[in-house]
């Protein structure tokens, strides 16, 4: 199964970053190029253990939608959602959050299996897996962006 593994420093303490990291409002900012919102569940606030959400969003140029459930947390410092339905073959997407001085490193593990078996991994290796790289980086560059600016407002 492929892993995308990404680090981001973030000049903000671990409770913001954790607490934003898991809004559904703020992932929707982090992903406004693929037009991610959420359709069912949890849509608005911050997920906890249990919750479930439904994301619509366009990759790809198609439509798409993904229901993920929370399954484990340890605020501040990490919480798991794996895919219950949608267009893998399965997902989990661990983030971790781990407290340095001046700020916090959020790190990101991205572990999924595409569907259609052989066509999976051959779209794996042609653009999928680089394709899941660049969102969850670009995601991160966003997020990082939000808390800092929070972080300097607050001081």
């Known amino acids: 199964m492929p892993v995308i593994y990404y680090e981001t420093y973030i000049e ?4 913001s970053c954790f607490d ?3 809004n559904v409002d703020i992932h929707t900012k ?5 037009k991610e919102r959420a359709i069912a569940g949890v849509t608005h606030g911050l997920l906890e253990k249990g919750d479930q959400v439904t994301w619509e969003a ?3 140029k198609i439509r798409q939608k993904l229901t993920a459930k929370v399954t484990r947390m340890e605020k ?8 219950v339905t949608g267009a893998f073959h399965s997902f989990t997407h661990t983030h971790e959050f781990k407290e340095v001085e001046g700020g916090t490193i959020m790190m990101d593990t991205f572990t ?5 078996g052989v066509i999976g991994k051959v779209a794996d290796k042609l653009f999928l897996h680089d394709y899941m790289k660049n969102f969850i980086v670009s995601r991160a560059h966003e997020l990082k ?5 929070e972080q300097n407002k607050n001081t």
């Open 12 to 15: 903000a303490t671990i409770e």
């Open 20 to 22: 934003l990291a898991r």
């Open 30 to 34: 982090t992903t406004a190029k693929t």
């Open 58 to 60: 366009r990759h790809f």
């Open 76 to 83: 501040p410092y990490h919480f798991v959602d794996e895919m």
């Open 112 to 116: 999924y299996k595409s569907p259609l």
């Open 145 to 149: 962006k939000i808390a800092e600016e």
